[in-house]
RNA sequence: GUCCCCUUCGUCUAGUGGCCUAGGACGUCGGCCUCUCACGCCGAAAACACGGGUUCGAGUCCCGUAGGGGGCACCA
């Protein structure tokens, strides 16, 4: 069965680039009807938090990313590990190095100075534990594999071969008994039976370290899939500016995590021209084989583009609840279950016109505000002599409607406009200040019905009576 | 410095030797629709990094160059 696994470490948030990791493992895992696991790796204790940790969770749950049993916690298996070097070091596959920080440090600068790679030269590799001077905590090295070369088969990248000169005796357990990442990886994705490690492609030359472990331990080696980093839109590396914040910024940028998943997928996968992919349908396509092998660049214009969809395909209701939540926050807003009413009623038409949530609540404020409006200066213009008269004309018309529908509404307006021999325009625009506040807004006629008759007659009244000041 | 990886329109990509006069999407520009704004629809400009091979034929295979990214910690 296949087993893939996503590995965060718990700094801060859910960053986008690891929620495209998870995706993809997820995908996956989901794929091939295998299991997706979660764990924490928690085990620089400066820097990980219970916080971070929740945030992790938050934003995997925000994005629909479930994932089988508990989430595992590397530092919980600190002792495991340090089993497994000390195994090593009776193997003989692992040997105490007394050197100092400062002695490595010379050794790096040497190396670059004659042009080697900056390696440890394993000067301990083969010296009798009695040489050990005192007073110094040893670390655990892995004697690693000096001749030959190490090829794999990376599902994304491809053949991919390292000369063993590449790769030195890296440090298992540090000084104070702590395992370090290498260490770490290698053994708890054996323990949880990893069968596809997919991650990013930071990790693909420390494979060939990792590799040296399975080996040493006689474990069967993982397939590996390595996909390129995501970029900011200037092609550097992903960095704040460019849009590496945790998922929930996107949340709280109006964003719906569907638009965020398949903008996500899209980025470095493809299956040929389609665009707009269903969870279930990227489930049954997803392929690791298919990921492309160029880093992607973040667009933030194609993730509008594709929230815009996915806001005019959402349900209503669930539309309404998270305009709710935006419009909580707002002073001016009383959320009566009128105003609720109305935005459910209106919201049809209301989010043809937006591309995040924040913009749709914006827009929704004419459902939610309460009387008297303020205008904007663009619908007080439209409403000088003219612009009132046809307010005053039309208020009186649709307080005589018999029946308050969209069709009665609009033959109403419609009969105005010809009676008079103006352009439609004429009618529509000062109704649309009077009723709005503003000159942008859904149809006046959904505008007027969703408003019902009482509060667009008291509106329109409204503007009518309102004090223009200096003018 | 050294090793590894990458390179098709501005961006995400299709493309696995002839179906490519290089397709789609976002963005941009123009138009249609129209009560405003959107949505929708129609159309346009826009790319195979460069240089050598291999082949009857190369975006597709090989080599080199350039550019970009990543690794080389008692960080993960």
């Not at 190396?111 to 110094?136: H, I, M, N, Q, T």
């Not at 389609?274 to 160029?294: C, L, P």
């Not at 009723?435 to 009244?461: H, K, M, N, W």
Request: glycine share 8%; with cysteine; proline share 3%.
């Amino acid at each position: 069965m296949v087993v893939t696994r996503f590995a965060p470490s718990p700094t801060g948030f859910l960053h986008i680039g690891g929620a495209r990791t998870a995706l993809f493992n997820w995908l996956y895992a989901r794929h091939c009807g295998g299991k997706f696991l979660l764990r924490i790796e928690d085990t620089d204790r400066q820097r990980s938090t219970d916080e971070a940790v929740a945030a992790i969770y938050a934003g995997m749950k925000w994005l629909g990313l479930d994932w089988d049993g508990d989430a595992i916690s590397q530092f919980d298996r600190k002792e495991r590990h340090a089993e497994v070097a000390q195994q090593l070091l009776e193997s003989g596959n692992a040997y105490h190095c007394y050197c100092t920080p400062e002695e490595l440090a010379e050794m790096r600068e040497a190396a670059v100075k004659e042009g080697c790679p900056s390696l440890y030269d394993g000067r301990w590799r083969e010296r009798d534990p009695s040489e050990a001077p005192a007073g110094v905590d040893p670390v655990i090295r892995l004697k690693a594999q000096k001749d030959g070369e190490t090829k794999i088969n990376d599902l994304i990248q491809g053949e991919v071969t390292v000369g063993h000169d590449q790769i030195d005796d890296m440090v298992l357990l540090r000084s104070d008994g702590t395992p370090t990442y290498m260490l770490a990886v290698v053994v708890d994705d054996h323990d949880m039976g990893v069968t596809h490690v997919i991650r990013g492609d930071d990790h693909l030359t420390n494979t060939f370290r990792q590799i040296q472990i399975y080996k040493a331990m006689g474990w069967d080696i993982p397939e590996m899939a390595h996909m390129p980093l995501l970029h900011g839109d200037d092609g550097k590396k992903l960095s704040k500016r460019h849009g590496a914040l945790g998922v929930e910024a996107y949340r709280d940028m109006g964003f719906l995590p569907e638009a965020l998943n398949n903008y996500l997928l899209r980025l470095g996968w493809s299956h040929g021209d389609e665009e707009i992919i269903s969870r279930e349908q990227a489930t049954e396509w997803f392929e690791v084989a298919d990921v492309g092998r160029g880093a992607a660049r973040f667009d933030m214009d194609k993730l509008t583009n594709l929230n815009g969809h996915y806001i005019r395909e959402c349900d209503n209701a669930r539309l309404t609840a998270l305009v709710m939540e935006y419009l909580r926050a707002e002073p001016e807003i009383v959320l009566s279950d009128e105003a609720e009413h109305r935005l459910l009623n209106g919201m049809t038409e209301l989010k043809d016109r937006a591309k995040n949530i924040l913009e749709l609540s914006d827009n929704a404020k004419i459902y939610a505000i309460e009387r008297p409006l303020s205008f904007d200066q663009k619908a007080l213009k439209l409403l000088d002599e003219t612009g009132l008269g046809v307010v005053e004309m039309m208020r009186s018309r649709l307080a005589d409607l018999p029946d308050w529908t969209k069709e009665t509404i609009e033959e109403s307006a419609r009969s105005a406009a010809a009676e008079r021999d103006l352009g439609f325009g004429k009618i529509a625009q000062p109704l649309r200040a009077a009723l709005c506040g503003t000159t942008v807004s859904p149809g006046i006629f959904d505008v007027l019905y969703v408003l019902g008759r009482d509060e667009s007659l008291a509106r329109l009244q409204d503007a009518l009576e309102m004090d223009r000041g200096s003018e």
